[in-house]
């Protein structure tokens, strides 16, 4: 009787919906299930963040309707948790704005600068909602495959003239979901200049930016030379402070792209609710070892499952970001996800469901206790 309009119709079912399915099917059947699909930390919030939300939501004027922008208080701290992890000078009145989740920001920005058939330029495999947002805006998607003898960086050089001239937004996304590559200085260089030289939009995903290893420190895009000319950066406390479900982020950058941003946000939502944002506070403003503390435990997992992969055989390598491992299996991925599920119950995420050059490779997240990594390692290893 009502049918879904033509945009509708070519965004495919959101991938971790289908996973859900087939685990809930496992699930009724008795098997049980060890979840390594989705990316949802299982690490509690901290605690500090916690009680300082449990105080704010007893305040009558964090009950009201918040700002579209953002308290200026929370903009302070994202201020400054950039001038102290990155290096970066923003104004925190022109040049950050409060999200709803990084998510949000990131499916609207291809609303305020798509017209029908512009082209948004979209990493292949990459984070689903590049491509759905700019289906749903109007926009034309132009894939830019990210492939292992390269780094999994793309190759700006093969994208034709004729598309750099015409498209308006670029998605890049480092550390990377879901290959967990990282970027080097280099390359984040060339994109600014690439962009800068095409009058394209760098939209710089940077949920993943604190979540490192060995060392390594995730460059903001905005630490570099004329990015401002051009990037937008958004970033989250999801995966950095375990708030998944608190839906707090924020975009940062270019005062111009965040301004065109904000206008679509004053017509589509009402601000992130302020108790929410204070809590976002205490977390910014926190000690960071908080964050140390919670990459000491990715870093345990991580060691336990890649080395498990390696002893049974998988072409695997270990990251040094995000709480993803990235694993070649040649062949179709949604088969060996099939496969994996039926005969010994794990969940794995299928890299083609990310984009066809994702295929012969699955996604495993860390997002589970050290005893149950040691778990799935044992499964894992009876396969080979």
Known sequence: MFELSERMKRIPPYLFAEIDAMKRRKIEEGVKVIDLGVGDPDLPTPKHIVEAAKKAVEKVERQKYPSYEGMLEFREAVAEFYRRRKGVKLDPETEVIALIGSKEGIAHLPFAFLNDGDIALIPDPGYPVYYSATILADGKPYFIPLKKENNFLPN?????????????????????????????????????????????????????????????????????????????????????????????????????????????????????FEVVQEAAIAALTGDDKVIDEINKTYKERRDIFVSGLKEAGFNVEKPKATFYVWCEVGGSSIEFVKNLLDKVGIVATPGVGFGEHGEGFVRFSLTKSTEIIEEAVKRLQTLK
């Open 156 to 272: 700006l050089e093969e994208i034709p003239s004729e598309i750099a001239k015409n498209a308006k937004i670029m998605f890049l996304n480092y550390p990377n979901n879901p290959t967990t590559a990282i970027a080097p200085k280099e390359f984040i260089k060339e994109a600014i200049d690439f962009c800068i030289d095409n009058r394209i939009i760098l939209a710089h995903d940077a949920a993943y930016s604190e979540i490192t290893f060995d060392g390594y420190r995730a460059y903001s895009f905005l630490e570099f030379e004329n990015a401002f000319e051009v990037t937008i950066e958004f970033n989250s406390l999801s995966k950095t402070y375990n708030m998944t479900g608190w839906r707090i982020g924020f975009a940062c950058g270019n005062e111009e792209i965040l301004k065109g941003l904000l206008k679509v946000k004053t017509n589509v939502d009402s601000g992130v």
